[in-house]
Nanobody
Framework: QVQLVEYGGGLVQTGDSLRVSCAAS????????MGWFRQAPGKEREFVAA????????NYADSVNGRFTISRDNAKNTVYLQMNSLKPEDTAVYYC???????????????????WGQGTQVTVSS
């Protein structure tokens, strides 16, 4: 199976950029659809972005569309989330998630994913 580890979070200022990464173990990563979610204190986990196994299809939440970019490198078993023009409301724990998907779709609901990382904190100060 796949194990996921996020890294790259930190404290930044409004307007800054930050890239978080998710390293996956296992030989099946290239057939997995991947997603990024986030959870702020007292709030439910929410969808941020998703990418198909090939990288051909991507999907974004309205709140981040145009500011965030999801990408993947199957040779490195890694998925990335590039975050630009960060706002204080982007502050949350960011989680990557994966699911086997030979069809090549994107998925935006937490319950659609089987594997989760432990999360990385992103804090945007005003």
């Amino acid at each position: 199976q796949v194990q996921l580890v996020e890294y790259g979070g930190g404290l930044v200022q409004t307007g800054d950029s930050l890239r978080v990464s998710c390293a996956a173990s296992g030989r099946t990563f290239s057939s997995y659809a991947m997603g990024w979610f986030r959870q702020a204190p007292g709030k439910e986990r929410e969808f941020v972005a998703a990418i198909s196994w090939s990288g051909m299809y991507k999907n974004y939440a309205d709140s981040v569309n145009g500011r965030f970019t999801i990408s993947r490198d199957n040779a490195k078993n890694t998925v990335y989330l590039q975050m630009n023009s960060l706002k204080p409301e982007d502050t949350a724990v960011y989680y990557c998630a994966g699911r086997a998907d030979p069809i090549g779709s994107t998925w935006s609901l937490p319950r659609e994913y089987d594997h989760w990382g432990q999360g990385t904190q992103v804090t945007v100060s005003s």
